[in-house]
C-alpha cells in the first residue's frame, strides 16, 4: 500500500515560516510528479505548488515569491517551504505523487494531510 507521510505542520504567526516535508516511497517517488495541495474550512481542496522529476515548478498565484517547492532526491522527500504566511493560508496541506506505472495505469496517491494555522 502506498502511502505518502506529511510533516511539519503546526501553529505559527502571521508574517511566519514553517517547512512541510512528504515522504514517499521511492518506487513512487523517482517516477514521479510531485505536488502540494490545500484545503481550508469550507473550501475546495486547491492545488499549491507541484514540481516534476525534472524539476519544473508551478506555484499557484497567492503563494507565487512565497513558496518554494523542491525535491530531495536523496531522501525521497518533497518540501514546501513557506515564508511570509498569513491567515489565508490556514488549512490542511496535502502532498501528492501523481504518475504512471506503465502506458495504461496511471496513479494519482495522496497523504493523509497538516494542518497549517497561521495566527493574526
Known amino acids: 500500500q502506498v502511502q505518502l507521510v506529511e510533516s511539519g505542520g503546526g501553529l505559527v504567526q502571521s508574517g511566519g515560516s514553517l517547512r512541510l516535508s512528504c515522504a514517499t516511497p521511492?518506487?513512487?517517488?523517482?517516477?514521479?510528479?510531485m505536488g502540494w495541495y490545500r484545503q481550508a474550512p469550507g473550501k475546495e481542496r486547491e492545488l499549491v505548488a507541484t514540481i516534476t522529476n525534472f524539476d519544473s515548478t508551478y506555484y499557484v498565484d497567492s503563494v507565487k515569491g512565497r513558496f518554494t517547492i523542491s525535491r530531495d532526491n536523496a531522501k525521497n522527500t518533497v518540501d514546501l517551504q513557506m515564508t511570509s504566511l498569513k491567515p489565508e493560508d490556514t488549512a490542511v496541506y496535502y502532498c501528492?505523487?501523481?504518475?504512471?506505472?506503465?502506458?495504461?495505469?496511471?496513479?494519482?496517491?495522496w497523504g493523509q494531510g497538516t494542518q497549517v494555522t497561521v495566527s493574526s
Open positions: 501528492n505523487a501523481r504518475g504512471y506505472y506503465n502506458v495504461e495505469a496511471k496513479y494519482d496517491y
Open positions: 521511492r518506487r513512487i517517488f523517482v517516477n514521479s510528479d
